[in-house]
């Protein structure tokens, strides 16, 4: 019997749990699974497209629950989808879509599972916040933690019953990744030098993936490269902190801010290595994607980033917070195009062996039977 999933995300931006859901999407569709997507709020210009029939549900209208800060218009929009659809299951893609969910389906419905990405920030771990959390992850039929540190997280902090924890690793699809363009054209359309070395930061411009931190570590590496390119690919409420931060530190010359880009394969192919300075991490795509392309990563060993990055392996890291041990990790492989290399070659064969969705899909299809009964 073929099974009915449908997914709902926040948005149709190129951020970590969006660009997943798109993944997992081809992948399953591959599978025969039938899917649709919800869209919790639309974007004015949205740059991810779904390979299934997308809505939106819209934004508009107050909380229905007090202390839930979820819309009115888009619960009643996915309540209605859901009746008219009637899916097997619902697979809802980071804590914004889960609120919707589980209201949606609160009088009965079909399960919701709930893909668990990042670690709550410290304000969400006590008090209301943390009950309320909690309740909603309980609601779910199982919660998908993207690392075992987070699937720890959900039952310790959370309270939700182990046996009802799954962990899957993050997964990306290789094929994705394939660029479009050269290396020195890429280059030229973001005025670098062919010469210089690039690092890439890939991420929102929020507070917990902390752009001036990783602003402050390549002005430091800037110290040791005088000719090094830094790219900032991503957007969120700290741009302008991040355009001041630039102009004050007079890098504007060898910063380069993107915004959101769909040609992120391209941008890639362009770099040397990935910087990752955030403060919390679950399991992170772009560092999975920097790897399946042969680019070593530089980051902080915060919560999961040590399960997939390989201390001189596939990578180096540096103490959480530490932004001079950083700038050298990132310094190095600047320099030593012996180790950048080698360090690459591992992270391609190592990251397309254990984190190809094509071959983590039929896990969550696995999953979908097990909660459904089909």
């Not at 389906?105 to 670690?119: E, H, K, S």
Request: with cysteine.
């Amino acid at each position: 019997m073929t099974i009915r999933a449908l997914h709902v995300v926040a948005a149709d931006q190129l951020r970590g749990a969006e660009v997943f859901a798109s993944d997992l999407v081809c992948a399953l569709g591959r599978d025969g699974v039938d899917q649709r997507v919800a869209l919790v709020r639309g974007a004015p210009k949205p740059v991810l497209r779904f390979a299934a029939p997308t809505s939106a549900l819209g934004r508009e209208g107050a909380s229905l629950v007090p202390g839930i800060r979820a819309s009115r218009t888009a619960v009643r929009s996915l309540k209605r989808l859901i009746e008219e659809w009637r899916p097997d299951v619902v697979q809802v893609h980071g804590g914004e879509p889960l609120k919707h969910a589980v209201l949606a389906v609160r009088n009965g419905g079909p399960p919701v599972i709930y893909r668990r990405i990042g670690f709550a920030p410290s304000a969400a771990t006590r008090g209301p916040r943390r009950s309320m959390h909690g309740w909603l992850m309980r609601r779910a039929a199982r919660v998908v933690a993207v690392a075992d540190a987070l699937g720890r997280d959900t039952e310790e902090t959370f309270r939700v019953p182990r046996e009802r924890i799954v962990v899957i690793p993050n997964g990306v699809d290789p094929a994705r990744l394939e660029p479009t363009r050269s290396r020195l054209d890429m280059r030229r359309s973001l005025g670098i030098p062919p010469g210089s070395r690039v690092v890439i930061s890939l991420g929102a411009l929020t507070p917990e993936k902390d752009p001036l931190a990783h602003l402050e570590v390549f002005r430091r590496v800037l110290e040791r490269h005088h000719d090094a390119r830094h790219l900032i690919v991503g957007e969120g409420p700290l741009r302008s902190q991040v355009e001041s931060a630039i102009e004050r530190w007079g890098v504007s010359g060898r910063v380069v801010l993107t915004g959101p880009r769909a040609d992120v394969p391209d941008l890639l192919g362009a770099c040397d290595a990935v910087l990752l300075a955030s403060r919390s991490e679950g399991l992170p795509g772009c560092v999975i994607e920097g790897g399946m392309v042969g680019l070593p990563v530089a980051a902080y060993a915060v919560a999961s980033v040590p399960e997939v990055v390989e201390q001189d392996e596939t990578g180096l890291l540096a103490a959480p917070g530490d932004i001079d041990g950083l700038a050298r990790a990132v310094a190095l492989l600047l320099a030593e195009e012996t180790v950048r290399l080698r360090m690459g070659r591992a992270a391609r064969d190592r990251y397309r062996a254990r984190y190809d969705i094509r071959s983590l899909a039929p896990r969550y299809l696995e999953l979908y039977r097990e909660v459904a009964s089909v």
